[in-house]
């Protein structure tokens, strides 16, 4: 899947939200060339195993890794004689981890399926769409003027960019909503005492990769039979 330069034009936002809609592009150009060696990786704990295994795979070493880095994010900033100020910026550096995580297990769940996402807009969307969970779908369908099941399919790798760009100004305006604003009471949740920063982190990081999880699956249904190599 090759890499675009970022340089779309981005969701209307303010300051603040064209910060966070600079770390999602980030997160999406860093991922984007690693998403077959993803696959390549998951495939290896079992060769024989089919595109549905796979898939279900990638899920739990998504899940996985993303509570395990929260969890380890949370306890370091609520360590004794950790500063406020280095456990916010441990966090913030964290908040990247987690884009970058979603991004590559959105993707390649979209590579498996076979859905085309060789413009940035599309990746966007996607991966904007999967982190909003159903509201990501309500808007996404609703702007595109299509209905039914698997958007990923119906939407993402069939629409215009030109619609993918207004869908995605729609997203951004949530997506900086719910990741530029309440993303800042989890990571002053995690300035708590040791062991509670943990807690919180590791749950919280559990709770995001369980709504893409299931987003992934709303967006694009079963996956293949067999591989198509």
Do not use: C
Request: proline share 5%; net charge positive.
């Amino acid at each position: 899947m090759p890499a675009d330069a970022l340089d779309g034009p981005v969701p209307e936002a303010d300051d603040r939200g064209h910060r966070v809609l600079g770390l999602l592009d980030r997160a999406i150009g860093a991922q984007s060339p690693l998403v077959r060696k993803n696959i390549a990786r998951a495939r290896q704990r079992n060769p024989e195993a089919t595109p549905a295994q796979v898939v279900r795979t990638l899920e739990r070493m998504y899940v996985g890794t993303l509570t395990g880095t929260g969890a380890a994010v949370g306890g370091t900033a609520a360590a004794p004689g950790v500063g406020t100020g280095v456990a916010l910026a441990l966090s913030a550096g964290e908040t990247l981890s987690s884009l970058e995580l979603t991004a590559l297990f959105a993707l390649s769940v979209a590579e498996i399926h076979g859905v085309p996402l060789d413009e940035l807009e599309r990746r966007r969307t996607l991966v904007m769409g999967i982190m909003l969970g159903g509201s990501g779908s309500t808007t996404i369908t609703k702007v595109a003027e299509r209905t039914g099941q698997h958007w990923g399919r119906q939407v993402v790798a069939k629409v215009p960019v030109e619609t993918l760009r207004q869908i995605n100004k729609v997203l951004g305006r949530n997506f900086i909503t719910k990741y530029g604003t309440k993303q800042g009471i989890v990571v002053l949740g995690r300035v708590a005492p040791f062991g509670i920063g943990a807690v919180i982190g590791g749950g919280a990081n559990a709770a995001l990769a369980a709504l893409a999880v299931r987003a992934g699956r709303r967006a694009f249904g079963p996956a293949p039979a067999a591989w198509d190599d």
